[in-house]
């Protein structure tokens, strides 16, 4: 199967009768800790924006994420460039800060009710990778954010898919790559060229990020 091009029959069906009752902007909402940025976020969403036929991929940042332990070590001012530095070349992907001014814990039924509540003819399409896809049901007012969002999935290398909701799934190149991958490359001096954007690569150098 050719994952590049392939779209399985349930899911072009799903597609076709979700276009037929298209109301407002399709929004695609990529959030993420972004600790840093990589390319295979940048690809999920791409092929989910291409794929659904969605007007625009807004990558929003979390200030605190719910359910990682670790510390970050690096500001959400950082996160947030490397991002902007990331999405920059693609007129339909957007950085949305709004998570980082709400402050907090960032729980993502408060962001769909916050965009629902100020345009409410858009669609939004929370797109995730499968190990997001199999802990929703964990997440806060997870019922809920099923109901008000269209749910997108990602395969994730490692992520057997075992969704506990109704979604769409689409099919991306599996890429075996994570944010932590990047931060232990960097740490131990191992080369990051090619698996986040140049422009993203020379920042973490400039900046010294991600050295111990
Ligand atoms: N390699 C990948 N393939 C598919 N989806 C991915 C991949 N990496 C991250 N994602 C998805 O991107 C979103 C943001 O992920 P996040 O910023 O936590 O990156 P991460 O690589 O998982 O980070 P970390 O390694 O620090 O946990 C999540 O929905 C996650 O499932
Ligand atoms: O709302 C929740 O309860 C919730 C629980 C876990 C993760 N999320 C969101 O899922 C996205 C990816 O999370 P993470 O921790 O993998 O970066 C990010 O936008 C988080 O805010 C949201």
Redesign the pocket.
């Given at each position: 199967m050719d994952s590049l091009v392939d779209f399985s029959k349930e899911t072009q069906v799903k597609v076709q009768t979700a276009e037929s009752q298209r109301k407002g902007k399709q929004i695609g909402i990529m959030?993420?800790?972004f600790n840093p940025v990589h390319m295979a976020h940048l690809v999920a969403a791409e092929q989910a924006m291409t794929k659904l036929h969605l007007d625009e991929v807004w990558f929003?940042p979390?200030n605190i994420?719910?359910?990682?332990d670790a510390p970050l070590n690096v500001s959400a001012r950082d996160r947030a460039t490397m991002l902007d530095l990331a999405t920059r070349d693609n007129p339909r992907f957007r950085v949305k800060l709004l998570e980082l001014f709400r402050g907090g814990v960032?729980?993502?039924?408060d962001t769909i009710h916050y965009l629902t509540k100020k345009a409410p003819e858009n669609t939004y399409y929370l797109i995730?990778g499968s190990d997001?896809v199999n802990s929703l049901h964990k997440?806060?007012n997870a019922e809920e954010l099923a109901k008000l969002a269209t749910l997108v999935g990602i395969r994730r290398p490692g992520y057997p898919q075992d969704p506990q909701y109704s979604m769409i799934w689409v099919d991306a190149p599996d890429i075996r790559l994570s944010s932590t991958a990047i931060r232990r490359a960097v740490s131990t001096g191992i080369s990051i060229r090619y698996l986040v954007p140049d422009k993203v690569r020379e920042y973490i150098e400039e900046k010294g990020l991600y050295r111990d």
């Open positions: 959030g993420g800790t929003v979390d994420p719910p359910h990682k960032s729980y993502t039924i995730m997001q997440w806060k």
